[in-house]
């Protein structure tokens, strides 16, 4: 949706890049730093318990229009936001000797992160005497992953934050013991984490502590597997089919569930003769059952469930060593 302002606003391309980035002062491998994707991976390298990322981001501003146009004091600034956490950082850049570049360095704390934060860039200045207006901002955001070993934007998902007890959503209280929900009716899938679940919300948002850190990665990767296979099911059923029954992708992000999914339920059939069989099983009750397995494993790998769990155990494990000392 685009929004309209009472004043004039710039009309040219407004491009944000990632150039590089490290964690705890060391070079992220360009392969988890994706252009075309516009996805940054910051799960999984080298260690699980990095502190803090810099990344170090260019953005190119139509500069003709901004000389000639109806502002002033005009500064650009990152924005990095991730819904799940409310969390909000935004960061000035500095014009390069090229005016209509700018860049900067925007610091992730991975103790504020959950899932998937958002980066994007805005242009402010001055017009008709009132500072700090909203002048233009990017094209498209990038996507920093927390969760995801390799830079693929893999999923579109939403979390929002919902009192299932006491909440104005009244169809959310005969849920009230439910930790989190999934819904994936609309064009976005949403996972709704319960705030009225004791202490779920402040485990995913602040452990304290490497028990506390595992818990929450490993509730993490539970929720992103009951999402992930929520997902899955919810695309098969919007599968659509060409006249010779060959069945058709149904797009969006049902689409990339699919392709990223269906290697592990079918292994070594092609895309669309897995399509077909999977269609088949749950249209005729045929061996549907019998395939559950395969999707909850694919979902958990997806999710990184086994990594998680391991994580956790050993978090356990030395915890219990420590007390025993």
Not at 33 to 42: C, G, M, P
Not at 146 to 152: A, D, G, R
Not at 182 to 194: C, K, R, S, W
Not at 283 to 309: C, D, H, M, Y
């Amino acid at each position: 949706m685009s929004t309209v302002y009472p004043y004039p606003t710039l009309v040219g391309q407004i491009d944000l890049r990632v150039l590089r980035a490290s964690i705890d002062g060391r070079a992220l491998q360009l392969p988890l730093i994706s252009q075309q994707e516009r996805v940054v991976a910051l799960h999984e390298v080298e260690r699980d318990d990095w502190n803090e990322g810099i990344l170090e981001i260019e953005v190119t501003l139509p500069l003709a229009e901004l000389a000639d146009g109806p502002w002033a004091s005009v500064a650009c600034v990152a924005v990095l936001t991730e819904g799940a956490t409310n969390v909000r950082v935004v960061t000035r850049l500095e014009r390069g000797r090229d005016e209509k570049v700018w860049r900067g360095e925007v610091r992730v704390q991975r103790c504020m992160h959950l899932a998937r934060a958002t980066l994007d860039v805005s242009v402010v200045g001055s017009h008709s005497g009132v500072d700090g207006r909203t002048i233009g901002v990017g094209e498209k955001p990038w996507f920093i992953e927390f969760l995801s070993p390799t830079p693929v934007r893999q999923r579109e998902i939403e979390i929002i934050e919902e009192d299932f007890r006491d909440g104005g959503q009244e169809w959310l209280r005969p849920f009230k013991e439910a930790p989190w929900l999934v819904e994936t009716a609309g064009d976005t899938p949403t996972v709704l984490l319960n705030t009225s679940f004791e202490g779920l919300a402040d485990l995913l948002k602040r452990p304290r502590g490497p028990l506390e850190k595992a818990a929450a990665g490993m509730v993490a990767a539970q929720i992103a597997a009951d999402a992930w296979t929520a997902m899955f099911h919810s695309a098969l059923g919007e599968l659509e089919f060409d006249e010779d029954g060959t069945p058709r992708l149904p797009g969006g992000w049902r689409e990339s569930v699919l392709r990223a999914m269906l290697p592990d339920v079918f292994p070594g059939r092609p895309l669309t003769d897995a399509l077909l069989e999977a269609r088949n099983r749950r249209s005729e009750g045929r061996t549907w059952a019998e395939l559950q397995p395969q999707i909850q494993f694919a979902a958990s790998r997806r999710a990184l469930v086994p990594k998680n769990l391991t994580a956790a155990i050993r978090a356990v494990a030395r915890s219990q060593e420590g007390a025993t000392r």
